[in-house]
């Protein structure tokens, strides 16, 4: 009788402190939902993302409903709020405001030039991780006047590690432009959502992006990978360690961006903010990793 009461008592203590933040996020002015927003605890590995609905659902510690949390979602101003605040009203993002561009319409001819084409033989690690805060890594496509003849980016092709075969996922692909100052990126170059959606992998999935006329920036560009938290990108994983017979299960979220060996600065997005990103360099022979990412330009 004692046990059963002590257990009640633990079970209703660990009830007691945690709560489930679950709303919709919106449109400030359509109030159309607003799907894959990324929701993330500026002080905390914690966050989610939206669905294709605008709904998202995350349990977290009573504790961190005085914390603040970041919204963030492409063509929408980045929005702070109190934790609490999520447990009322909907959440409305503010839509950003962008002056029309100039289109210059071309005829397009048949070259085509590949930038960091890459085998299977190359990616030698990858970002993947466990349910927790959204991220975004980017890695840098700097300028060369070979590009001057082959302008336009036709296609943009993201690896995997070979823990994406046989999973599927979704994901963001982002471009940004490199802020003069600090060399992160900035500003999203892209006014429209380029989601992908990958059911099955030989490793790669090329993203046609040649009716989006971009033109490649004489100050190079960033391509952002973002990955979503949401159902539909997590998978449970069973594993051993150390060679114990005895087995664990998590959960990982989809998909693991394959990754190759580089001396350059890579970014990451998490908490609201970019971060330069530092890996145990012993690890990779004196090197830090960055998204293998290919783009084919063409005329």
Same mark, same amino acid.
């Given at each position: 009788?004692?046990?059963?009461?002590?257990?009640?008592?633990?079970?209703?203590?660990?009830?007691?402190?945690?709560?489930?933040?679950?709303?919709?996020?919106?449109?400030?002015?359509?109030?159309?939902?607003?799907?894959?927003?990324?929701?993330?605890?500026?002080?905390?590995?914690?966050?989610?993302?939206?669905?294709?609905?605008?709904?998202?659902?995350?349990?977290?510690?009573?504790?961190?409903?005085?914390?603040?949390?970041?919204?963030?979602?492409?063509?929408?101003?980045?929005?702070?709020?109190?934790?609490?605040?999520?447990?009322?009203?909907?959440?409305?993002?503010?839509?950003?405001?962008?002056?029309?561009?100039?289109?210059?319409?071309?005829?397009?001819?048949?070259?085509?030039?590949?930038?960091?084409?890459?085998?299977?033989?190359?990616?030698?690690?990858?970002?993947?991780?466990?349910? +927790?805060?959204?991220?975004?890594?980017?890695?840098?496509?700097?300028?060369?006047?070979?590009?001057?003849?082959?302008?336009?980016?036709?296609?943009?092709?993201?690896?995997?590690?070979?823990?994406?075969?046989?999973?599927?996922?979704?994901?963001?692909?982002?471009?940004?432009?490199?802020?003069?100052?600090? +060399?992160?990126?900035?500003?999203?170059?892209?006014?429209?959502?380029?989601?992908?959606?990958?059911?099955?992998?030989?490793?790669?999935?090329?993203?046609?992006?040649?009716?989006?006329?971009?033109?490649?920036?004489?100050? +190079?560009?960033?391509?952002?990978?973002?990955?979503?938290?949401?159902?539909?990108?997590?998978?449970?994983?069973?594993?051993?360690?150390?060679?114990?017979?005895?087995?664990?299960?998590?959960?990982?979220?989809?998909?693991?961006?394959?990754?190759?060996?580089?001396?350059?600065?890579?970014?990451?997005?998490?908490?609201?903010?970019?971060?330069?990103?530092?890996?145990?360099?012993?690890?990779?022979? +004196?090197?830090?990793?960055?998204?293998?990412?290919?783009?084919?330009?063409?005329?």
């Amino acid at each position: 009788m004692r046990v059963f009461l002590l257990f009640c008592f633990i079970s209703t203590t660990i009830f007691s402190q945690t709560v489930v933040l679950k709303n919709t996020v919106i449109d400030w002015h359509t109030n159309e939902p607003v799907a894959y927003a990324n929701i993330s605890f500026l002080n905390e590995n914690v966050g989610v993302s939206s669905d294709e609905n605008g709904v998202f659902s995350l349990q977290i510690n009573k504790q961190l409903l005085h914390s603040k949390v970041h919204i963030s979602c492409l063509n929408y101003k980045d929005t702070i709020v109190l934790a609490s605040t999520l447990q009322s009203k909907p959440l409305k993002l503010q839509p950003k405001l962008y002056e029309l561009e100039e289109v210059v319409i071309s005829k397009k001819a048949d070259r085509e030039l590949v930038v960091d084409k890459y085998k299977r033989r190359d990616i030698r690690s990858g970002f993947s991780g466990r349910k +927790g805060s959204p991220w975004t890594v980017a890695k840098y496509f700097p300028y060369k006047n070979e590009y001057e003849s082959v302008p336009f980016l036709k296609s943009i092709t993201v690896y995997f590690t070979s823990l994406m075969l046989r999973k599927k996922a979704r994901f963001r692909i982002r471009l940004f432009k490199i802020d003069e100052n600090t +060399g992160e990126p900035s500003e999203d170059m892209l006014k429209e959502d380029l989601i992908v959606d990958v059911k099955k992998t030989n490793g790669k999935v090329e993203v046609d992006v040649s009716k989006l006329d971009i033109v490649f920036p004489q100050e +190079g560009f960033f391509i952002g990978l973002e990955r979503l938290h949401i159902p539909y990108n997590f998978h449970e994983r069973t594993y051993t360690r150390n060679g114990s017979r005895e087995k664990y299960k998590d959960t990982i979220v989809a998909p693991s961006f394959g990754a190759v060996f580089t001396k350059d600065t890579i970014f990451i997005k998490n908490r609201g903010k970019w971060r330069k990103h530092y890996f145990p360099q012993e690890f990779y022979k +004196g090197n830090a990793l960055k998204p293998a990412i290919s783009v084919t330009l063409s005329n």
